[in-house]
């Protein structure tokens, strides 16, 4: 099955900083890669993915590269906010064809004033 | 919106009690999952079902089992709840049969077995 590596598992930056999140996955035929954020008392939420088809995708603040060649993925968040404050995950395809996803253990950010 | 809900936020259980959670979706999805989260672990399956009565088995389903008996509600069942079953567990869902797609979480139910 897959193996999902994430790093660091806790990051600490000042506001206006830039955050990086990277992770590693073991299964060279994962095609889908999203993350997700978890604020305090609720479940997570997806904020962007991207398929194996592109290298990068925007969405104002937030960014992911994928190197497929590497096997690797990072969330790139510039500009931080307080409300940045969170625990993120990644995620690669589980197998067997359904639509599964394995986790990375998660990064708790926090962006300090 | 997705909405999933879960019937319990804080739940507190003695060793050896059956405990059931219950989770409901509001899109009609196909894919439902319960996943345990812990300190350092992350998230980690413990079951799943991609339609009615139809469930597999996750990473980490010993000491569970789980019902789908109508296609909006997946429920988690612990036999006879055991002290390191304590955690929080999470319910999500998600439209599509394979090839990634989103899935929707519900706020969480925090477990506690004494």
């Known amino acids: 099955g897959e193996n999902v590596e994430q790093h660091p598992s806790t990051l600490s930056v000042q506001e206006g900083d830039s955050a990086v999140i990277k992770c590693t996955y073991s299964d060279s035929a994962s095609n889908y890669f999203p993350w997700y954020k978890q604020e305090l008392g609720k479940g997570p939420q997806l904020i962007i993915d991207?398929?194996?088809?592109?290298g990068e995708k925007k969405d104002q603040r937030i960014a992911v590269t994928l190197n497929k060649t590497a096997k690797h993925f990072s969330l790139h968040i510039t500009e931080t906010q307080p409300e940045d404050s969170a625990v993120y995950f990644c995620?690669?395809?589980?197998?067997?064809?359904?639509?599964?996803?394995?986790f990375g253990k998660g990064t708790m950010l926090l962006v300090s004033p | 919106d997705v909405k999933v809900t879960q019937s319990s936020r804080y739940l507190v259980k003695r060793t050896g009690e059956k405990v059931f959670l219950e989770c409901v979706q509001d899109m009609d999805h196909e894919n439902m999952f319960w996943y345990r989260q812990d300190p350092g672990l992350g998230l980690r399956l413990i079951y799943f079902s991609y339609d009615v009565k139809m469930k597999e088995k996750g990473d980490i389903p010993e000491g569970y089992s789980v019902s789908r008996e109508k296609k909006e509600r997946f429920s988690l069942i612990l036999e006879s709840a055991s002290t390191n079953q304590t955690s929080m567990y999470l319910c999500?869902?998600?439209?599509?049969?394979?090839?990634?797609?989103?899935?929707?979480f519900g706020p969480g139910t925090r477990l506690t077995v004494l």
């Open positions: 991207i398929r194996s088809n592109v």
């Open positions: 999500a869902s998600s439209l599509l049969l394979a090839g990634g797609d989103e899935q929707f």
């Open positions: 995620a690669a395809p589980g197998g067997s064809g359904y639509s599964t996803l394995t």
